[in-house]
């Protein structure tokens, strides 16, 4: 996996982002291949939805990798 979530379980509420102190959020990422940590709210274009399977697209703002979390 070249991306993974940050936090394994998060807190219902969300948790904070250690790139840009934004709290309340559960989709915190960290890219294996560079190490950047980025949210949706910092990196806002890294993390999509596809409208036709809801599956998150999410591309490393640092490196460019990407991974596809699926919707189970």
Do not use: R
Request: charge should be negative.
């Amino acid at each position: 996996m070249a991306i993974h979530y940050l936090y394994k379980n998060p807190n219902i509420t969300g948790e904070t982002c250690p790139a840009c102190n934004y709290h309340g959020t559960w989709n915190i990422f960290k890219c294996d291949n560079c190490k950047k940590i980025f949210c949706n709210n910092c990196s806002p274009k890294a993390i999509k939805i596809d409208p036709e399977t809801d599956d998150l697209l999410v591309k490393c703002p640092g490196c460019g990798a990407e991974q596809v979390f699926y919707d189970w």
